[in-house]
């Protein structure tokens, strides 16, 4: 069946250094990839998300990279700070009537950044 | 913030018991979807609501229902609670047909606790 999937539950980073957070999907056939960051006791806010038909795309000190020929996606972000602790979820959408379907969230990697 | 408000926040009931969970969606949104996010996992899709119908469900029984009202908030109804049933619920609003992406924002959730 569809699932979205990550390769490390914990990560853990010096702060100033680049966070690298893998994932990997099963469903060829979704539309965008999304990464979302969760904060203790709050729920999921979306950072950055990327169509299928593109390899990479930038945000503010975040990058999305998408490889579909072995399914995988990956949220970089540059120069970590405290803020950036959280629970990081990578999850898929397509288009599907009138709406989109639903997203199919991965289980998350823990960030946890080293002052 | 992202404008969709949950309530109650924290609740507690019994097997066998039923509980009413609430959702204001953004404003201009007219999609609604809930999860459940069990205890160091990720979201899992219960279902969507689009113009106040059904759009999709996941792998969730019968006594997990839903309803969204003609100003786009919505109630998910669970019967028969379970001890399993405990877990972070979240709503998210989007904009549908009229968002690029169906990018979802999140409430905060209502935290469920069977005993």
């Known amino acids: 069946g569809e699932s979205v999937g990550l390769h490390l539950p914990t990560l853990s980073v010096q702060e100033g250094d680049n966070s690298i957070i893998n994932c990997a999907y099963s469903?060829?056939?979704?539309?965008?990839f999304i990464w979302y960051k969760q904060e203790s006791g709050k729920g999921p806010q979306f950072i950055i998300d990327i169509r299928s038909n593109m390899d990479k795309r930038q945000g503010q000190r975040v990058t999305v990279l998408l490889n579909k020929t072995v399914k995988h996606l990956s949220l970089q972000i540059a120069a970590t700070q405290p803020g950036d602790s959280a629970v990081y979820f990578c999850a898929e959408n397509k288009f599907k009537g009138a709406s989109y379907d639903k997203v199919i969230f991965g289980p998350g990697t823990s960030l946890s950044v080293i002052p | 913030e992202t404008g969709v408000t949950q309530s109650p926040t924290h609740l507690i009931k019994t097997r066998g018991q039923q509980v009413t969970l609430r959702c204001s969606s953004q404003?201009?949104?007219?999609?609604v979807s809930w999860y459940q996010q069990a205890l160091g996992q990720g979201p899992q899709f219960i279902f969507q609501y689009y113009r106040e119908e059904e759009n999709g469900r996941g792998n969730f029984p019968p006594r997990f229902s839903g309803l969204q009202f003609p100003n786009y908030s919505s109630e998910l109804n669970v019967n028969a609670l379970e001890l399993d049933d405990s877990a972070l619920y979240l709503c998210?609003?989007?904009?549908?047909?009229?968002?690029?992406?169906?990018?979802?924002?999140f409430g905060e959730g209502s935290r469920l606790t069977v005993l």
């Open positions: 469903n060829s056939a979704s539309d965008y």
């Open positions: 404003s201009g949104h007219n999609t």
């Open positions: 998210a609003s989007s904009l549908g047909l009229g968002s690029s992406t169906g990018e979802l924002f």
